[in-house]
Each structure stands twice: as C-alpha cells, then as structure tokens.
C-alpha cells in the first residue's frame, strides 16, 4: 500500500487529502481501491433558518455603502456650487472607492480568512458608518477636505464589504442555495 506519514496523509497518490482535517478523498482518475471500503463524504452543513435574514442584513448594509459611494455623482451640480469645487474634484468622490480597493483587497482578503466574517462585518459596519458621520460633520461650505475624509473612509468599508456575499454564501448555505444567496448579497450593492 502507501506510505503514510505522521499527520494521517496517505502518501501514494491513489488519495488526495482534504482540508485541515485530512480526510483522505479517493483519486477520481484511479476510482475505487481493491481491497478497501469506498470512502463516504459524511461532512454536512447545518442550515439555520436565519441565513436568509443574515444574508439581506448583508445585502442591506452593502445597500447603504454603495449610497456613500455614488451620492456625490447624482446631483454634482449642486456639490460643485456648496463646495467651491470642480467637477472632476466631485468626480473624485466617487473614484476614490475604486483607488482604495486596490491597496487595501489582499490584506482585508487575508483579514477574512483568519479572522472570519463577524469581524469583517463589524469593521465594515463601523467604517462605514464613521465615514457617514464624518461627511455629516461636514456639511459647510469650507469643510470639503473632511467631507473627502469621509469618502475615504466609507470607501475602505467598501473593500471589507465586497469580499463577504461569496464567503457568506458557502459557511451559511448549502449547496443548491449557494449561487441564490451569493446573488442576493452583491445585489445591495449593485
């Protein structure tokens, strides 16, 4: 047979070994070994009948950040006259979501995966919700760089936000609901 190691792995190549558990998956080019009971995969996901509310939570928290994003872009105009700005600086408003995400996506994607989705949610909600109050507190005319201040900070809870409805999907749903749910979780920000 193979050689197994310490850690449980069977080292023959007629396995592969699954996740931190280590549960040997048969081969599929190999198929059934002789001699050996065929391998069940008895892992299961418990679906809880609040999965539907956490995932329009999402949905609706991310509602609320892709509003900070574009609120600016809708009546420019009238941003242009109360600020003392141009357009292409309220155009930066907007822009600043897209500048912010492409620094900060690795470390918030390494965030999900070691600290999981409650913290990322909470620092999502928290951001975004500092960056609301922050553009609240700004509302006067000679107060423009706290009110990008605000953007910028709403922007970050952007990044925290988008990574979630597929993470979302896969630990709180089963299989056939997975592509619903994940669906549902992007459409707050579309």
């Not at 310490?6 to 592969?16: A, H, M, P, T």
């Not at 925290?160 to 749903?173: D, H, Q, T, Y």
């Amino acid at each position: 047979m193979g050689d197994r190691s310490g850690s449980g792995e069977i080292n023959d190549n007629r396995y592969f070994v699954d996740g931190p558990l280590k549960t040997p998956i048969p081969n599929s080019s190999q198929g059934h070994v002789e001699g050996s009971a065929p391998l069940q995969n008895t892992a299961t996901t418990h679906l809880y009948k609040r999965r539907w509310l956490i995932v329009c939570l999402f949905s609706s928290y991310s509602l609320c950040n892709a509003y900070q994003w574009i609120q600016y872009g809708i009546i420019n105009n009238i941003f242009m006259r109360f600020y003392g700005v141009d357009s292409f600086t309220i155009d930066w408003m907007s822009m600043i979501y897209m500048l912010t995400y492409i620094p900060l996506i690795f470390p918030v994607t390494w965030l999900l995966d070691k600290k999981g989705l409650r913290v990322i949610a909470l620092v999502a909600t928290a951001l975004n919700c500092a960056g609301t109050w922050i553009k609240v507190a700004s509302a006067r005319p000679d107060l423009f760089a706290v009110t990008f201040l605000g953007q910028v900070t709403c922007s970050a809870a952007q990044v925290f936000i988008l990574g979630m409805p597929s993470r979302i999907a896969s630990v709180w749903f089963g299989s056939e609901e997975v592509s619903t749910a994940c669906s549902i979780g992007v459409f707050g920000n579309q």
